[in-house]
Nanobody, 117 residues
């Protein structure tokens, strides 16, 4: 089992920044690969950024150059640094963890990000 708790969401104006955090606990083997997803109202959940056990990262085209995913293994924490935020970044942001190569994911409860124009 893996437990994930997100924090750091809030309301900002366009152009602002936020840093999301995700505290992870539980089976480390099942959280070697992690990522951030988001879901806007009325839309499907979409991937934002991922990081694997070697530290390799990938990003959705819509956030490349603006968002940075990172992790502090000593603190068991995953981060998402979000800069130059746009109104279209408004969504509930979810942290996820999984065994690398597995389709099954553990999810956090989500943290709301609202960007006003």
């Amino acid at each position: 089992q893996v437990q994930l708790v997100e924090s750091g969401g809030g309301s900002v104006q366009a152009g602002g920044s936020l840093r999301l955090s995700c505290g992870a606990s539980g089976d480390t083997y099942n959280r070697r690969c992690m990522g951030w997803f988001r879901q806007a109202l009325g839309k499907e959940r979409e991937g934002v950024a991922t990081i694997d056990s070697d530290g390799l990262t990938s990003y959705a085209d819509s956030v490349k150059g603006r968002f940075t995913i990172s992790q502090d293994n000593a603190k068991n924490t995953l981060y998402l640094e979000m800069n130059s935020l746009k109104p279209e970044d408004t969504a509930m942001y979810y942290c996820e963890a999984h065994r690398c190569g597995s389709a099954f994911r553990y999810w956090g409860q989500g943290t709301q990000v609202t960007v006003s124009s």
